[in-house]
């Protein structure tokens, strides 16, 4: 329980507020939080890659679509 809080904490809930969550709203978010760091790894994998084995092109498009 006291990971499932911190996790909640950190993606910006309060402890209050967590208090009050039911079982069924705790793991909807948790499971939410997992999806965004998922999607986060991802991305972070994908300029970390294109970062050391890019071309200077793929660098530039990498480059505008982060831009947006």
């Not at 950190?10 to 967590?18: E, K, P, R, T, V």
């Not at 978010?29 to 084995?53: D, K």
Request: with cysteine.
């Amino acid at each position: 329980w006291s990971d499932a809080v911190q996790r909640l904490i950190g993606a910006g809930h309060s402890y209050a507020s967590i208090m009050d969550y039911t079982l069924a709203q705790t793991e909807a978010f948790l499971t939410a939080i997992n999806r965004q760091e998922s999607r986060h790894l991802a991305n972070l994998l994908t300029v970390i890659s294109t970062g050391s084995q890019g071309s200077s092109e793929s660098l530039r498009k990498l480059f505008r679509e982060l831009s947006c």
